[in-house]
């Protein structure tokens, strides 16, 4: 058995969750088109015969706006001490910036191996890649430099086969069936704040917390209720929305989702609770599940 751990780093947004899912192939970690979705470092387990690859989703490092934002960088800087090999994600539509350079600085002093990944690559020429490489070799010593697309599963077999090479260890950390190291109570919450991420926009994402009430089995029917916090009064009207039509979709896709992912019928409530400046508040990010 070869094994490791490789920390997937980068600015919010630039697709770390989604390449993840897409080495699993089953969504472990959520996505969206909003920056910050991610809260949580997040294991997944790619197994192959005699390999076990743990990568580590983090949350994108940023400039922090409240409590919860120092947090989360907090969070993916800590990834950075369980891994063997760092990947370095970043999104080549982006120009090469302050952000990048920041989180370079923080991958130097931790002193790991790190892989370049410019990710969505399907959405810009091929010469331009040429550029972006040279402009990225003048800020550190990679390894490895590798061109992906994450959405259009692009060399992702490619970058798994040079991973072996990094795989050092001989340990079996994870069951064979075992892809993820997190609780299906915290996928629950998760689902529902995905939908939230979807389907709202602006500050209203970013000022929610998903939170589980109550989990039984009625009958055959799993009963699930998820409290969604706001922090504001006119937030909580923006996600009921008119006449409930909100909420009520947000309920729809997340059922959805949970009923593939357990493989049963859901019956899914949701309320809307409004916890002011939640976001600055440790004992919140605790209950949250954040912390
Ligand atoms: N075109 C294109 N879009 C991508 C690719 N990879 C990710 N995306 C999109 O980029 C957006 C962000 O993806 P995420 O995987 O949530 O990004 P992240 O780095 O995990 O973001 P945070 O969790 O906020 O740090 C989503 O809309 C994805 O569909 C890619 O290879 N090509
Ligand atoms: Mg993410």
Redesign the pocket.
């Known amino acids: 058995m070869k094994s490791g751990f490789i920390a997937l780093v980068?600015r919010?947004?630039?697709?770390?969750?989604?390449l993840l899912n897409g080495i699993l192939e089953t969504k472990v970690s959520i996505?969206?088109?909003k920056?910050?979705?991610?809260r949580n470092n997040i294991q997944g387990v790619y197994h192959e015969d005699g390999y076990q690859m743990i990568f580590i989703d983090t949350?994108?490092i940023h400039k922090p706006m409240n409590n919860l934002g120092k947090h989360l960088n907090r969070q993916a800087l800590f990834s950075l001490e369980d891994a063997d090999l760092v990947l370095f994600?970043v999104d080549v539509t982006a120009p090469l910036g302050k952000g990048d350079l920041f989180v370079i600085e923080k991958l130097k002093a931790a002193n790991k191996p790190i892989i370049l990944i410019l990710?969505?690559v399907?959405?810009i020429n091929k010469d331009k890649v040429l550029e972006i490489i040279t402009d990225y070799s003048k800020t550190c010593q990679f390894e490895e430099i590798i061109p992906i697309?994450?959405?259009?599963q692009k060399d992702i077999d490619y970058l798994i086969s040079v991973l072996k090479k990094y795989m050092k260890d001989t340990k079996k950390y994870y069951e064979d069936n075992q892809i993820t190291n997190q609780s299906d109570e915290f996928m629950i919450t998760e689902f529902v704040r995905e939908k939230v991420f979807e389907l709202t926009k602006e500050e209203v994402p970013h000022s929610t917390a998903c939170f589980l009430q109550n989990i039984e089995i009625k009958k055959d029917v799993l009963v699930i209720d998820v409290d969604i916090i706001v922090d504001k009064e006119n937030i909580k009207k923006i996600i009921v929305g008119h006449n409930g039509s909100m909420i009520k979709e947000i309920g729809m896709r997340a059922r959805h989702d949970l009923e593939k992912f357990f493989n049963k019928k859901i019956f899914l409530n949701l309320f809307v609770k409004t916890v002011k400046d939640w976001r600055e508040k440790e004992s919140c990010l605790t209950e949250y599940g954040i912390k």
């Open positions: 980068g919010p947004n630039v697709g770390k969750s989604t996505v969206s088109n920056p910050q979705t991610t949350p994108g994600l990710n969505k399907d959405k697309s994450s959405l259009k």
